[in-house]
């Protein structure tokens, strides 16, 4: 009876051989694979098995992505590679190589995710994951929410926020005798302007406070590894997602509801709705009894989700990196006071009209020059759907993850490319148009970010108002304009600064409210 109980573990003793042999085996064909699709190009030699080099991409990305451009610019190729949880990756510096990506994005070559592991995380119903004739209808229901009424609607939220928010950071400095990061702050008020602006009176306070908090989550898990178990930053990211998506639905609904009464649009999902819905009724006069497409409350609530996501540390890391270089080139900020001063003076209650804001060309080629200097998507990743001949001598394996990098461009073509120089975006020398090609801060192709003049705006009004408002000083700590990732790329100290304020007083504008009426 004695043999007959320790059978089992004699069973289980004679197979431990097989089993370490079935783990070397799969080590060794791993090994060989990566070889074979890494070919010449750049990248480590040999690979951690299964891992490869996620932990180190997941402590330090910062370290992890200079090594991959150190190794792309180790010959002219412009190429690198690594291996990441069992996908084989391709880092993309060379420009030219990263427009044959975005302009071939279709089934039988490259998809775009915008993440690694996106679908797990933002779900399938996304704009990023369309394509084709499907993806440009889409944009096309899009393209009213950003027209010239809707972006000086806009407009005028964000000088409400920018102002409620500057107010708060000076305070916050005053109080204390340190520099105050403002990496966090400005995330808050890039989520309170996206909030205004894309829901606006459809989220109620304990709404925003419930939102922010599963926005916070969903950004935890978007730096996080991607392991989908209870408990972990992904899974509760995931399920973040779910929720805040629930919410934006409920808002669709309720601007539906608005908007069928004839009002006047207040804020983006209002704009959006009331071409869905005169879209809704050229399918009924036509006979449809289906709704048509991209126009059901949670179709939308997905789509919107998409434009929370592009706004929210993009624009956070934009206004980051302004005030890092305008701290570092003085001749710059004195120049960007000039101009603002001379077309709008916080003493006059007025908001920044539509008209002043185009009148601030200097300010606006800041803000250009600050997104092509620092872009804050630092690549873009797509996913080989079948082999793609890139070059004449390499060919892009199936299922690889390719990385276009939108830094690594900007530092192409333009003249004295590592030199921040706004005049480069002035009238008389037009580098935007001249090396146009190099300038992907907003992407290219099919998928360029349709809310781009969205963002600059943002970003021009943030620029005139704090300068403005604000006296600052950068505490210029060793390695402060290093950059990290978070996700989008930040200066390394969360660009921690002192604040005190310059005007004899803040501008008093109207509410949210009495804008929204």
Known sequence: MFITLLAPLFSFTQLIPYFISLILFLILYEQILYIKKKSYIPGPSLVFPFFGNAISLARNPTKFWSHQITLARSTNLGLSANYILGNFIVFIRDTELSHKVFANVRPDAFLFVGFPFGKKLFGERNIIYMMGQEHKNLRRRIAPNFTPNALSTYAML????????IKTWVKLSNQSPDPIPLRNLARDLNLDSSETVFLGPYLSSNARESFERDYLLFNEAFTSLPIDFPGTAFRNGRLAVVRLEKTLATCTGMSKARMEKGEEPSCLIDYWMQDTLREIAQSKLAGDTLLPPFSSDVEIASYLFDFFFA????????MLWAVAMLDVHPKVLAKVREEVSGIWSSESNALITAEQLRDMKYTQAVARE???????????????????????????????IVFPCTLESSFQGFTESKRFDPDRFSEERQEEHVYKRNFLAFGAGSHQCVGQKYALNNLVLFIAMFVTLVDFKRDRSEGCDEYVYVPTIAPKDDCRVLLSRRCARYPSFPSVEQIMK
Request: hydrophobic letters at 40%.
């Open 311 to 318: 706004a929210q540390d993009a624009s956070m890391s934009a």
């Open 370 to 400: 600050v997104v092509r200097y620092r872009p804050p998507t630092f690549s873009v990743p797509h996913v080989a759907a079948e082999e793609f001949e890139l070059t004449e001598s390499y060919t892009i394996p199936k299922g690889a």
């Open 158 to 165: 964000q000088q409400i926020i920018i102002l409620k928010h």
